[in-house]
């Protein structure tokens, strides 16, 4: 096995990899700003330095040459070298700044030159407290200044797109958001111009920075050069808190993490996985942020005699209860929804099967030509590969509106699906029926509904998805709803605020506290008005169910997905069928 000595400690290796990323992955801290895995290697900004050398071969002798004390005889390159861009050989030595005063000096004095015309803006920076070239100072760079001449000035708040601001006096010209764009995105949208200490990112004259996956430069700038016109100036980074997640805004499923703060998702960024997403994410999904926040069903309501009037839960409750007692199963339609969680879709099923239903139904959501073979994928919902696994007959628009239409009908059960506000049906098709409709949002579909019942959304609760690729993944509860409390829930990430906030101060406050529960435990709560012991206690329950009776989710548990990048649930030749 190839070895290699990293500050006097043996590592062993396979393959040819690039020193710094070896040590990153063996968990040594070392500096950088140019290098991401994901992006080729320019070794421009040149904080990776590290001393180098390689043990000399004695062909006579066929092996290493050994020095008076029987060690090997090192041969250090006569300068310092990129780490990022070198690759690891067998019996290569590595000095960091940990054994080397010279690449110690080296980390300072390049930090130095990087500071001299870097304004002092992290009072107001959004990049504060996560920003790469904060820390780094701190731990490598300078204590002080020693510049005392005037700072070369840039432009500033410069708008490149319509959600990218660009700062060019903070841009240390890393050109990571250039290489996005020319090897990811493909857009060759930024280019460096100008020269020496007066270049920074630009657009071409005439042109926006409208890259569908512009915000991926604001993730990967290790300054606070590009920031997210939607997010600049909302919150610090030490008062959110960072939850992971999916994103459900596309059959794709990228993970995410979601930041809230006071109950509020105030921003959503790409979480690694190497098998769905890599670091990145469109930009379309970012902005579900409004979806989460705004426009929420809060309540029961109930449509009495022509007026929308809020409900108490025992009343939506017991409704729904007496209409599954007053029509008989022929009279029932159960509408599943590809946009709701694998463990809505099966209680729904569950129910419709325990009553004798058997219309229970879902119709994709599948935009032609929209995918770009990338991250964004046609089907426009998160679940349908899920909805299939478990048995929900799939049926065309056309189809679906047929079946819904029919004046045999009397009652229609609804997962959250906006299935008007996308054409699917129009209020025509719901005359003369009692429906029910199970949502997080008002929309069309939920105006038109004779019941509504507000249902916690994918980040209010933890639930799973299977993506396109059949993949299933979960989520975790981020935002607590009126019934939930994130330090009651181990799950729930906890921050500052949430630890030393009250209600007698500004930092928290209950009205961005949803009154809604999962559309599976109001399913629940009303088999139990038969039978008093029914009823799950958790989504973890809901799947460990699912995996001991549908033989496509076996093995499948929420301790396993959380150390997986989530579970293959159908072959590669499958989904190309599918």
């Given amino acids: 096995m190839p070895e290699i000595f990293i500050d006097n400690i043996r590592y062993e290796f396979e393959g040819k990899p690039l020193v710094l990323q070896f040590m990153l992955d063996n968990g040594l801290d070392h500096p950088f700003f140019c290098y991401h895995p994901s992006l080729s290697i320019p070794a421009n900004c040149r904080q990776c330095y590290v001393e180098a050398g390689t043990p000399v071969w004695n062909r006579e002798t066929n092996d290493y040459e050994l020095n008076e004390s029987g060690d090997r005889v090192i041969r250090f390159f006569p300068k310092l070298m990129t780490a990022c861009s070198l690759e690891a050989t067998d019996g290569m030595v590595i000095k960091t700044h940990r054994t080397s005063e010279l690449v110690k000096r080296a980390h300072k004095d390049t930090l130095e030159f990087i500071l001299v015309n870097h304004p002092l803006d992290c009072p107001i920076c959004d990049q504060a407290g996560e920003c790469p070239l904060q820390i780094q100072t701190y731990k490598y760079g300078p204590e002080g200044s020693r510049f005392e001449h005037k700072k070369v000035h840039k432009p500033k708040r410069i708008k490149l797109g319509p959600r990218v601001i660009l700062d060019a006096e903070r841009c240390i010209n890393c050109t990571r958001c250039v290489r996005f764009t020319e090897e990811i995105s493909k857009t060759h949208q930024l280019t460096i111009i100008s020269r020496g200490d007066k270049n920074y990112p630009a657009v071409a004259p005439g042109t926006e920075f409208d890259d569908p996956y512009s915000l991926n430069t604001v993730d990967i700038c290790p300054v606070g050069a590009l920031t997210s016109a939607d997010f600049r100036f909302k919150a610090r980074v030490w008062e959110m808190n960072q939850t992971p997640g999916i994103d459900v805004t596309n059959g794709t499923g990228c993970n995410i993490d979601v930041w809230t703060r006071d109950n509020l998702v105030l921003r ?243 009205r961005n506290r949803i009154d809604c529960i999962p559309a599976w435990e109001y399913l629940e709560r009303v088999a139990a008005q038969d039978d008093a012991n029914f009823g799950y206690v958790s989504t973890r329950a809901i799947m460990a169910e699912i995996a001991s009776t549908n033989a496509r989710f076996t093995g499948v548990d929420y301790d396993r997905l959380d150390e997986e990048p989530g579970i293959p649930l159908i072959s590669a030749e499958e989904v190309k069928t599918a």
């Fill in 268 to 510: 959503i960024t790409p979480r690694y996985n190497a098998a769905v997403n890599d670091h990145w994410m469109p930009d379309f999904g970012r902005e579900d942020i409004r979806r989460m926040n705004e426009n929420r069903i809060s309540k029961p309501e109930l449509s009495l005699d022509g007026d929308r009037i809020k409900s108490s839960w025992n009343n939506a409750e017991i409704t729904l209860w007496e209409k599954l007692k007053e029509f008989s199963p022929s009279e029932m339609l159960f509408a599943g929804s590809a946009f709701s969680s694998v463990e809505d879709n099966f209680v729904l099923k569950k129910h419709a099967k325990r009553i004798g239903a058997e219309k229970v139904y879902f119709t994709p959501f599948i935009k032609q030509g929209s995918g770009d073979g990338f991250l964004i994928d046609e089907d426009q919902y998160p679940n349908t590969q899920g909805c299939r696994l478990l048995g929900l007959k799939e049926l065309s628009p056309a189809d679906f509106k047929a079946k819904v239409s029919d004046s045999a009908v009397k009652l229609l059960v609804m997962l959250e699906d906006d299935l008007i506000g996308r054409g699917v049906l129009n209020t025509a098709d719901l005359e003369g029926k009692f429906v029910v409709y199970m949502g997080s949002n008002h929309n069309a579909t939920s105006a038109a509904a004779t019941l509504v019942v507000p249902i916690a959304n994918s980040v209010e609760q933890s639930c799973s998805f299977v993506n396109v690729k059949g993949r299933i993944q979960r989520t975790t509860a981020a935002k607590e709803t009126i019934y939930t409390n994130r330090k009651l829930n181990l799950e729930m990430s906890v921050g500052r605020l949430d630890r030393y906030g009250t209600k007698f101060d500004n930092w928290v406050t209950d």
